[in-house]
């Protein structure tokens, strides 16, 4: 495996276009739960945060998920919500403080579904919601755990017109982009996961009937902005409450899988694993990311562990003892097997930490 060096390291630092957009690296801020919404409206201190990252050097920054205005949406404090007017002019500030920046930006749309307890978020009376009337398997030993109310096609349609036009609202304020979040096994997650969906209408059997719930809220998306406004769509083969689980064993599960999901107008796939440089299945090393894009032809982003926070430090300063998952990061960028790097904690302990790797300063960069 090379050695890392500022040359390869440059990979890193080439344009890639987005939507009507360049951005000017491969490096995506991941979305991350903050809970520093007070009143869940996105304040200055929030859009001050965001622009750090911008200036920082961040080629997209992804926002912490923000709930859609359906039932039992907000399942933890402080979030921001991405409805109502006050919240959409909160957003609006954030994005025009990237803007300012010169950084671009999309919101991560996120409901939560059955993991919700009552007594979160601006209406805290309201009960879980879901695809099936199961307490989500992360809860089973919480006692009184409420189970969900199972969605009716009412729910489901009012839900779809939500994620409609949460996506409406983001172009209108600016955003360059959209992420859905349907990973984790949150509310689109759990109608893809057997053990929280065992509908049997349309919305339920094998994995790619159970696609149908996320391809309406895309679709729904897709009819409410332009044609050149991207639609990022989280993934994730594990689940909170089963870590180890794999919704699609094989390639030709997984394309069955995501065939539906590109087709309605996923323009990038966000492929959420616990470690990027672990093959997804055995006989090829491809991670997640590296399969959806090869199923699908669609770019993608890859997330999980990425060691950009201490092992790129000590690689790049040539104190590392042995290879490190970052060489296999610039290896798989370089072979295109994805398109972008969705990175946290090295963002969460430096917002410059973008410039001040290409500048070779990584003596003063914030571990």
């Not at 050149?228 to 409450?241: A, C, D, N, T």
Request: charged residues 20%; contains cysteine.
């Amino acid at each position: 495996m090379p050695e890392t060096t500022q040359a390869n390291v440059e990979s890193l630092f080439t344009p890639h276009p987005f939507g009507k957009v360049t951005l000017p690296n491969r490096i995506v801020m991941a979305p991350m739960t903050r809970s520093q919404s007070p009143g869940n409206v996105p304040n200055d201190a929030v859009a001050a945060y965001y622009r750090r990252r911008a200036e920082g050097g961040v080629g997209l920054i992804i926002t912490e998920g923000t709930p859609p205005d359906f039932d039992g949406c907000h399942g933890y404090p402080d979030v921001p919500s991405f409805y109502g007017q006050v919240a959409l002019a909160g957003w609006k500030t954030v994005v025009d403080e990237v803007h300012a920046a010169g950084g671009v930006i999309i919101p991560q749309i996120w409901h939560v579904g059955s993991i919700r307890q009552p007594g979160v978020g601006p209406r805290p009376d309201e009960p879980p919601v879901g695809p099936s009337a199961i307490v989500h398997p992360s809860l089973a030993d919480m006692d009184g755990a409420v189970a969900p109310r199972a969605m009716t096609q009412d729910d489901i349609d009012r839900c779809v017109a939500a994620y409609g036009q949460a996506a409406r609202d983001a172009e209108a304020i600016g955003m360059d982009g959209i992420e859905i979040h349907g990973a984790h096994s949150y509310l689109i997650d759990q109608f893809f996961w057997d053990a929280t969906n065992t509908r049997t209408d349309g919305y339920g059997g094998d994995l790619p009937q159970r696609t149908r719930f996320a391809v309406e809220v895309i679709e729904a998306m897709r009819a409410n902005v332009s044609p050149e406004f991207p639609i990022v769509f989280r993934f994730s083969q594990w689940k909170q409450g089963d870590y180890s689980h794999r919704m699609a064993p094989t390639p030709a599960d997984l394309g069955a899988f995501l065939s539906p999901l590109s087709s309605a107008g996923v323009d990038y796939f966000h492929c959420s694993q616990r470690r990027f440089d672990e093959p997804e299945f055995p006989g090829s090393p491809l991670n997640l990311a590296g399969w959806a894009k090869k199923l699908t032809g669609k770019p993608s982003i890859t997330v999980g562990s990425v060691g950009l926070d201490t092992d790129f430090l000590r690689s790049y300063a040539g104190t590392a003892a042995a290879p490190t998952n970052v060489d296999s990061l610039i290896t798989r960028l370089e072979k295109d097997e994805f398109d972008l790097v969705a990175v946290g904690r090295a963002l969460l302990s430096d917002p410059a930490w973008p410039n001040k790797l290409r500048a070779g300063k990584e003596e003063d960069i914030v571990a």
